[in-house]
């Protein structure tokens, strides 16, 4: 299983890569203001990949319609994930916007996400927002050796059940390692106690995305976008964790 840390070297290996993609992806956060186009971040997240030495982690990833052209998605408002950062898409007042990145560094993958609210905000999107955060670190929580993926999958459930949020079903959070995407899959719902057990030293991405409306999603002809079906806004967080005997340790914190 190759998303469970064998030595020391390894978790020095992930460590260090976790470091660099969450120095990256604060840089790239703080750069997310009202004028700015999402191609200019994603330029921005080609910049710092070279000059940490790093290879985006989503560049060249199959898709529908070909392999992912870009180095970090962003996606705004009713567009959930996997979003294509272009010129046209100028942040404005109002927007909420999900920054999804990851890096490359000598054979480990990393991938977290932030969301950022920008400007004038109404009550019930700043709640929103709230709400997935929350939801992210109750997951965390229950990332401990000897639990299981549903008392994950169960926690991230119940706080968005009791704010009143749609949580998606469709895509979920994943082991992590020397391949971007590994077992076990984490969804942001599930029942106590049932699937995998947690291991010490896994590595997780623990992630979900809540919705003002319906969760239903439709994919955009760009054949990546996901966006709501009805039009309303959501969020997305996700963090990196390994899996340890009482307390998870989350590496990809910002502050």
Same mark, same amino acid.
Not at 65 to 77: E, M, V
Not at 92 to 118: A, E
């Given at each position: 299983?190759?998303?469970?840390?064998?030595?020391?070297?390894?978790?020095?290996?992930?460590?260090?890569?976790?470091?660099?993609?969450? #120095?990256?992806?604060?840089?790239?956060?703080?750069?997310?203001? %009202?004028?700015?186009?999402?191609?200019?971040?994603?330029? *921005?997240?080609?910049?710092?990949? !070279?000059?940490?030495?790093?290879?985006? /982690?989503?560049?060249?990833?199959? =898709?529908?319609?070909?392999?992912?052209?870009?180095?970090?998605?962003?996606?705004?408002?009713? !567009? %959930?994930?996997?979003? &294509?950062?272009?010129?046209?898409?100028? +942040?404005?007042?109002?927007?909420?916007?999900? *920054?999804? +990145?990851?890096?490359?560094?000598?054979?480990?993958?990393?991938?977290?996400?932030?969301?950022?609210? *920008?400007?004038?905000?109404?009550?019930?999107?700043?709640?929103?927002?709230?709400?997935?955060?929350?939801?992210?670190?109750?997951?965390?929580?229950?990332?401990?050796?000897?639990?299981?993926?549903?008392?994950? /999958?169960?926690?991230?459930?119940?706080?968005?059940? @009791?704010?009143? +949020?749609?949580?998606?079903?469709?895509?979920?959070?994943? =082991?992590?390692?020397?391949?971007?995407? *590994?077992?076990? !899959?984490?969804?942001?719902?599930? #029942?106590? =106690?049932?699937?995998?057990?947690?291991?010490?030293?896994?590595?997780?991405? &623990? #992630?979900?995305?809540?919705? @003002? =409306?319906?969760?239903?999603?439709? @994919?955009? /002809?760009?054949?990546?976008? @996901?966006?709501?079906?009805?039009?309303?806004?959501?969020?997305? +967080? !996700?963090?990196?964790? %390994?899996?340890?005997?009482?307390?998870?340790?989350?590496?990809?914190?910002?502050?």
């Amino acid at each position: 299983m190759n998303n469970v840390i064998q030595n020391e070297i390894e978790y020095k290996l992930i460590k260090e890569a976790t470091r660099i993609s969450t #120095e990256i992806l604060k840089k790239i956060k703080d750069a997310t203001k %009202i004028g700015v186009s999402a191609a200019q971040l994603d330029e *921005l997240a080609g910049q710092l990949c !070279e000059e940490y030495e790093v290879k985006p /982690s989503f560049l060249g990833v199959p =898709g529908p319609k070909g392999p992912y052209q870009n180095n970090i998605c962003i996606s705004t408002n009713d !567009e %959930i994930l996997h979003t &294509i950062p272009t010129e046209d898409r100028v +942040f404005q007042s109002g927007d909420i916007v999900k *920054l999804d +990145f990851g890096i490359i560094y000598k054979g480990f993958y990393t991938d977290h996400c932030v969301t950022v609210g *920008l400007g004038e905000l109404t009550d019930d999107e700043k709640r929103l927002i709230e709400t997935g955060k929350l939801c992210i670190e109750s997951g965390i929580k229950q990332a401990i050796k000897g639990n299981t993926v549903g008392d994950i /999958s169960n926690a991230l459930q119940t706080v968005a059940d @009791l704010a009143g +949020f749609e949580y998606v079903t469709t895509y979920v959070g994943h =082991g992590i390692g020397r391949s971007l995407h *590994l077992s076990p !899959e984490i969804p942001a719902y599930g #029942e106590k =106690g049932t699937g995998k057990k947690l291991q010490e030293g896994m590595v997780l991405c &623990i #992630e979900n995305q809540i919705t @003002l =409306g319906s969760s239903a999603l439709k @994919l955009d /002809s760009d054949g990546w976008t @996901l966006k709501t079906k009805d039009g309303s806004k959501g969020v997305m +967080f !996700e963090h990196m964790v %390994i899996v340890r005997d009482g307390k998870a340790e989350v590496i990809t914190r910002m502050d």
